[in-house]
């Protein structure tokens, strides 16, 4: 059985509303096990012996109305995220947060990404995964201006951004025994 994390897409916003127990209860009747869920955010850790990608998908919009994309990684990839460690530069704690910019399918090779001038760092761009440090605003805000890093990017593009801590919280789900 592999391990699979589902980032789910613009869930629990406006009107696109999923119950994370309700979702877990989905995936089970899916088949899948070991399910759990953090956050409220689309975030779902389960086991199955196929790619669900689509199957999840599918089973989300009859369920609840409306399509969801979903960016799954591997519990294997989850841990080559942490083994990697991409913000080991930053101290622990500081005047920013960590995020991941999570991508479908890879990135365009050469793509030179920039950041956004006192607002986000760009830290490392790996095949499928975008590294970002958002830095505090003046008025104690963090990750404004991420919708003027979206305009770098290719139009089509499937991604989804979490905060660093929920992918180490997710990485301690997947390292969890059961």
Not at 37 to 53: I, M, Q, W, Y
Not at 85 to 98: A, I, L, Q, S
Request: net charge neutral; glycine share 8%; proline share 4%.
């Amino acid at each position: 059985m592999t391990v699979w994390l589902a980032f789910l897409r613009a869930v629990n916003v406006g009107k696109r509303q999923m119950k994370m127990a309700e979702l877990k209860v989905l995936c089970e009747e899916l088949g899948y096990t070991k399910v759990k869920t953090l956050l409220a955010s689309g975030n779902v850790r389960f086991e199955c012996a196929h790619d669900p990608k689509a199957e999840l998908e599918a089973a989300i919009e009859k369920r609840w109305g409306f399509f969801a994309e979903a960016v799954m990684r591997s519990g294997d990839e989850i841990e080559a995220m942490i083994a990697s460690k991409p913000f080991g530069v930053y101290p622990d704690e500081g005047p920013f947060h960590r995020y991941i910019m999570m991508f479908e399918t890879p990135l365009r090779k050469g793509i030179v990404l920039t950041g956004v001038k006192d607002d986000y760092d760009v830290v490392r761009v790996d095949e499928k995964d975008l590294y970002l440090v958002g830095w505090r605003q003046p008025d104690g805000r963090h990750s404004g201006g991420l919708d003027k890093f979206d305009r770098q990017l290719d139009k089509g593009s499937i991604t989804t951004t979490r905060n660093w801590n929920t992918i180490t919280k997710l990485h301690d789900l997947v390292t969890a025994p059961g």
